[in-house]
């Protein structure tokens, strides 16, 4: 059974920095493709960012391009997020998402496997 478990979440002030980490065990690592997505409260699941399972590719959201940074450590199985310049509207609960596949997808749907979710909080 895959699982995929977030975590380096917590409450920052506008203008910092998280980094956020998804383990995934039970599972060929090497064989997934990795996204995040996240939900903010009374709103949908968005799309954040995906990377390939070679780590050659990788895709932003808009609204985060050139601000956060996603990575993969296959010796580690996991999964990283690298969030600089937080700004308010970028609070919500984080979750990774894995699917077995060349490609990394914006499409929630497209992933088979999801973690619990951590939360990000940026203060004003």
């Known amino acids: 059974q895959v699982q995929l478990v977030e975590s380096g979440g917590g409450l920052v002030q506008a203008g910092g920095s998280l980094r956020l980490s998804c383990a995934v065990s039970?599972?060929?690592?090497?064989?997934?493709?990795m996204g995040w997505f996240r939900q903010a409260p009374g709103k949908e699941r968005v799309f954040v960012s995906a990377?390939?399972?070679?780590?050659?590719?990788?895709t932003y959201a808009d609204s985060v391009r050139g601000r956060f940074t996603i990575s993969r450590d296959t010796a580690k199985n996991t999964v990283y997020l690298q969030m600089n310049s937080l700004k308010p509207e970028d609070t919500a609960v984080y979750h990774c998402?894995?699917?077995?596949?060349?490609?990394?997808?914006?499409?929630?749907?497209?992933?088979?496997?999801w973690g619990q979710g951590t939360q990000v909080t940026v203060s004003s």
């Open positions: 039970g599972g060929t690592f090497g064989s997934y493709t």
């Open positions: 990377i390939s399972l070679s780590g050659g590719r990788t």
């Open positions: 998402a894995g699917r077995e596949a060349w490609n990394p997808s914006p499409l929630g749907t497209d992933y088979p496997y």
